[in-house]
């Protein structure tokens, strides 16, 4: 329905719509007041009648300007505050594969001073793993009865590397981040 002066009534879903005019404001009377509201977007408003749609506003004359529709515009893909956790999340992945593809030297610098201060100790024996005794990595008196073997050198362990002496067995502790950890050659005490 419309009259003279251009402003356009309909009803859609139960809701009674009006507006002054195609591409003026819209209006739906609110039925629980009883009273006409303005529709704007964000509002919390019935679905507009079809061909009620916002009309379409352009940047002309403005600083930022609307998209269609009466939206504000949305910030570029390629704005800082959109590329910030896209770059973190790169640095992080990127940090992640050094470390998994590069073990700290730290650790074998420590694994080194660690088997060269056993040098000349004494070792409990702590169980068996397939067969072969294992021993604790951190050394005894050697007069107790806990002692079982004694380091008598320590060698680099690396592929054609020196041997340990007849008499002794070849041991080696794990570290993590160490490919090649040295090997202790130890006396057995009994």
Not at 74 to 97: D, Q
Not at 138 to 161: D, E, F
Request: hydrophobic share 35%; net charge positive; aromatic share 6%.
């Amino acid at each position: 329905m419309s009259d003279r002066l251009g402003t356009e009534e309909v009803e859609h879903r139960g809701i009674r719509w009006r507006r002054a005019g195609p591409g003026g404001p819209l209006q739906f009377l609110d039925p629980n007041t009883s009273a006409w509201v303005d529709w704007a977007p964000g509002v919390d408003a019935p679905p507009r009648p079809p061909g009620w749609e916002e009309p379409r506003r352009t940047a002309v004359g403005t600083a930022a300007g609307t998209a269609a529709g009466g939206r504000p515009p949305r910030p570029g893909w390629r704005t800082p505050w959109r590329l910030v956790p896209i770059a973190v999340t790169v640095l992080v992945v990127v940090v992640a594969i050094v470390q998994v593809m590069n073990p700290s030297s730290n650790n074998v610098n420590k694994e080194a001073a660690a088997t060269a201060a056993l040098l000349g100790k004494c070792l409990a024996r702590s169980g068996t793993a397939e067969g072969h005794p294992k021993y604790s990595p951190h050394p005894v008196p050697c007069p107790s009865s806990a002692a079982a073997a004694r380091v008598v050198q320590v060698l680099p362990n690396r592929p054609g590397g020196p041997e340990c002496p007849s008499g002794t067995v070849g041991y080696e502790f794990g570290y993590e981040g160490v490919q090649y950890p040295h090997i202790l050659c130890l006396e057995p005490l009994r």
